[in-house]
């Protein structure tokens, strides 16, 4: 039997304070409050996010990406996005990967074979709708919901646009979650 005044005790202290230790560190970057986000016009383009803690991080575009989107933050402070763009045709970009980072973890949803066209925060910020289609394609997009701090996807809702329609206006999403405030409702 070992006691606590032993040596053997004491590594297991040392252990239980380390663990401690970790896991108050852990918590913290959890709860870590963004105070900037922003794009940095470099030949190394990248995002750089500068917490609460006085910690910066950046994330440098991917190689062969011409453009990053400027970062949005999340109302709760806590959740960052952006998009990287690629040429569509020599004239203009596209967005085709969504980065979303809470918590010192970078999440990337997934379009299916889609491209995150637009993107915005639900709630305070611990989920994300992704409005995703083909570019060149009809208006018919799927809206997704994604929880950020487990990767899952939590819903999924078409979109359509009415062919008879003259200003593009799309039929009323089931779900309060897909609505967006600049989305034009057909009448019924």
Not at 114 to 122: D, E, I, K, R
Request: glycine share 10%.
């Amino acid at each position: 039997m070992v006691y606590a005044g032993e040596a053997g005790g004491a590594h297991v202290g040392v252990c239980r304070m380390k663990i401690l230790l970790l896991t108050a560190l852990l918590t913290a970057a959890a709860n870590a409050t963004v105070i900037t986000a922003e794009r940095i016009d470099t030949p190394a383009e990248h995002i750089r996010i500068t917490l609460d803690s006085g910690k910066i991080l950046t994330f440098p575009k991917g190689q062969g990406v011409p453009a990053l989107d400027p970062p949005q933050i999340s109302r709760d402070r806590r959740s960052v996005a952006w998009a990287e763009e690629d040429y569509a045709d020599a004239s203009y970009t596209i967005p085709f990967t969504l980065s979303v980072w809470r918590g010192g973890k970078l999440f990337y949803p997934d379009c299916v074979g889609g491209a995150p066209l637009s993107w915005g925060f639900v709630g305070g910020g611990a989920t994300i709708r992704v409005d995703c289609s083909f570019p060149h394609g009809k208006a018919d997009e799927h809206r997704l919901l994604f929880d950020i701090r487990t990767s899952k996807l939590l819903a999924r809702e078409f979109i359509r646009e009415d062919p008879s329609s003259a200003n593009g206006c799309i039929f009323q999403p089931a779900q309060a979650w897909a609505r967006k405030p600049d989305d034009t409702i057909c009448p019924k």
